[in-house]
């Protein structure tokens, strides 16, 4: 008895690549519609008026907010002003102490309470530090 060999047909493991570039495009276009940014929402403020401001960079920059009621909010949260000075202790380190801490205030904001926070600030070793304001309208 004769044995018959069968040629094998080989097998081409070629992946199509003609609609990689669609499949990219789509992906693309997907991601772009369905991120969302972050919006630097902030607490409800009134600020103070000012001839003059000029807009920071967001770098290495940390926005501490003081409401009318004396709350204190840092990135967003509320905080108790004895945490202030651990939270930009710590913000510090993190940008090797190249921070900018930008405190906006109501404007019907009690003293006492911003005096707190720029003794928290000072605790911290956190002296850059510039005030928030609105531009008046009709200014220079």
């Given amino acids: 008895m004769a044995i018959i060999k069968r040629k094998k047909k080989g097998v081409d493991a070629k992946i199509p690549t003609s609609s990689m570039a669609d499949i990219a495009f789509l992906l693309l276009i997907f991601f772009m519609v369905t991120t969302v940014f972050k919006v630097d929402s902030g607490v ?8 003059k401001v000029e807009k920071l960079q ?10 009318d009621q004396g709350k204190v909010a840092i990135e967003d949260k509320f905080v108790p002003l004895e945490f202030v000075s651990n939270l930009m202790d710590q913000k510090m380190f993190e940008t090797n102490g190249e921070l900018i801490v930008q405190i906006k205030a109501d404007r019907n904001a009690r003293y006492g309470i911003v005096d707190a926070v720029f003794e928290e600030l000072k605790e911290a070793q956190a002296l850059r530090v510039v005030l ?7 200014g220079r």
């Fill in 58 to 67: 967001m770098k290495n920059l940390a926005i501490i907010w003081i409401t």
């Fill in 44 to 51: 409800d403020l009134q600020l103070p008026l000012a001839e």
């Fill in 132 to 138: 928030g304001a609105n531009v008046e309208s009709g």
